[in-house]
């Protein structure tokens, strides 16, 4: 049996990862230093150990804390790690900025989850419900491997299935590519995008729209746009009208280099703004 510690169980990943982990094959060990965070393990029927009663006798660690925060943990943590040990974060930014801990005798494993789909059509209600995953409907995850031989990629990805589960697909991907999908493609792009249309679904109701005519007309749009666009409807189409309307707006709002947000040195910046 694998001994693992998940550093940060207490906060909002942590307690996440923490739901799935507590009944796993994996001898387990908590560390958290808020009381409040503690207070909530508690009611999980999890209690604190101590970092030096753990961390050095740990086959693999968890490092489920903030991207602002991975700099000064992990170079607390990893330098008390045992070799030939694993170290696991669940976001590729601090990686990506230099400022993750680096032993060349700990293996390194990045894990990301993609969220249940959005056409993640499952029948029941709890399942459709778990907007974020990890608990009842099924996701896909990414992984990589930034340092280590590949067994430690094998033992990084079966840990990750287990504290992820359930799991539709796993996509093992470069670190680099991870750091195009997040932050660029899912939180600089996608995030900006929804949050425009939200705003202008306040827009509308303060026009005199009833709300609720406002929201359901707009999700309603949403759902088929969202289909014929990524093919759920093979062969379906916008209407002339449609296509007319999304040209103009593409003119009027979007600025033509958009695209930049992917290039090499402004993920650069975007990752340095995070970290």
């Known amino acids: 049996m694998q001994k693992v510690t998940l550093v940060g169980a207490g906060g909002k990943m942590g307690l996440r990862l923490t739901h799935n982990l507590k009944n796993s ?12 965070g503690i207070e909530k393990l508690k009611e999980k029927g999890v209690s ?8 050095a006798e740990s086959d693999i660690v968890i490092l489920a804390v903030p991207d602002v925060a991975l700099e000064k ?12 040990s694993l170290a696991i974060t669940l ?4 990686a990506l900025a230099g400022k993750l ?4 005798d700990v293996g390194c494993f990045i894990t990301h989850p993609c969220h249940p789909s959005i056409f993640n059509w499952e029948a029941e209600e709890e399942k ?8 009842a409907a099924k996701q896909s995850i990414v992984c990589s491997l930034m340092n280590g031989p590949d067994s430690d990629y094998e033992r990084g990805e079966k840990l990750a299935r287990t504290f992820y589960a359930p799991i539709y697909r796993c996509h093992r991907i470069s670190v680099e590519q991870m750091g195009l999908l997040e932050p660029a ?17 306040e827009e509308v109701i303060k026009k005199g729209v009833p709300a609720d005519a406002a929201r359901d007309f707009l999700l309603g749009h949403l759902r088929i746009q969202m289909a014929v666009l990524f093919n759920e409807l093979p062969g379906a189409v916008f209407s002339d009208a449609a ?3 999304l040209q103009r707006g593409l003119n009027e709002f979007i600025k033509p280099d958009w695209k930049k947000v992917f290039d090499a040195d402004n993920l650069k910046d975007q990752i340095k703004s995070i970290t």
Do not use: W
């Open 185 to 201: 493609l899912v939180e600089t792009l996608a995030s900006t995008c929804v949050y425009v249309i939200r705003q202008g679904l």
């Open 25 to 36: 094959g994996y001898e387990m060990f908590y560390l958290e230093l808020s009381q409040q």
């Open 91 to 94: 976001d590729p930014a601090a």
């Open 73 to 84: 943990v992990s170079g607390e943590i990893i330098p008390m790690m045992k070799s030939s």
């Open 101 to 104: 801990k680096a032993r060349p």
């Open 48 to 55: 604190v150990s101590q970092a030096d009663k753990c961390i």
């Open 243 to 245: 296509n007319k309307a």
């Open 128 to 135: 459709m419900k778990d907007h974020f995953g990890g608990v």
